[in-house]
């Protein structure tokens, strides 16, 4: 999830607070402490307590279907060689689902599994990562609302609403973390 770090006619600098909240790492600005929620950008303590961030779509591709759609990307090499991530094992280990509330949960769908979540009112909804095949668009209900699925040639995933064609956000997350936030999301996989 990316969101845009202006409030009001502030540019705020984000980083790691160390804190969790609802099984996800929680964003402080360096400008004011606050605490926000990088899964819904709410400002969760603080100065701006209340206050949403906005949301813009991204993209979760390869580095190689990055490239083939954007050649001129410039990318940033590091002076040393990368050998691994510190995230390795958390990452290869399907038991690693976060610390609270995770286990009912896991009985619908489990934990480490990718889900592209959209959310309109009190609805949500969840589709799994593996459903979700290029060029065959998924239709799942929010409320009494249609919305269409679909990913796209990059690998990334967009939502719209069936009857006016507006855009939804999607957010990609493990469903630990997603359900944690959403447990009442219904789920198409």
């Known amino acids: ?12 600098t984000f980083i790691v607070s160390g804190k969790l909240w609802r099984n996800s790492l929680i ?11 990088h899964v819904t950008g709410e400002c ?9 961030l906005e949301m ?12 083939a759609d954007h050649p001129e990307t410039r990318v940033l090499k590091k002076s040393e060689e990368i050998k691994s991530s510190p995230y390795e094992s958390y990452f290869n280990d ?4 976060g610390l ?8 619908r769908v489990p934990g480490k599994t ?5 959310k309109l009112g009190v609805h949500s909804l969840a589709v799994t990562d593996a459903a979700l095949e290029p060029g065959k668009p998924m239709t799942g209900l929010l409320g009494d609302v249609e919305v269409v699925l679909t990913r796209q040639v990059d690998g990334g995933v967009t939502a719209a609403r069936s009857d006016n064609g507006a855009e939804l956000i999607v957010r990609t997350a493990y469903w630990f ?12 996989d």
């Open 56 to 67: 813009v779509p991204v993209v979760q591709t390869t580095w190689e279907q990055w490239s």
């Open 44 to 52: 969760l303590e603080g100065e701006y307590e209340g206050t949403q």
């Open 177 to 188: 973390a997603w359900s944690t936030y959403f447990p009442n999301t219904s789920v198409m």
């Open 27 to 37: 964003m402080q600005d360096k400008e004011t402490g606050s605490l926000w929620s």
């Open 94 to 97: 399907p038991e690693r689902t």
């Open 114 to 118: 990718l889900v592209h979540g959209v």
């Open 100 to 107: 609270f509330r995770t286990t009912w949960l896991q009985e």
């Open 1 to 12: 999830m990316v969101h845009v770090r202006r409030i009001e006619d502030k540019t705020l």
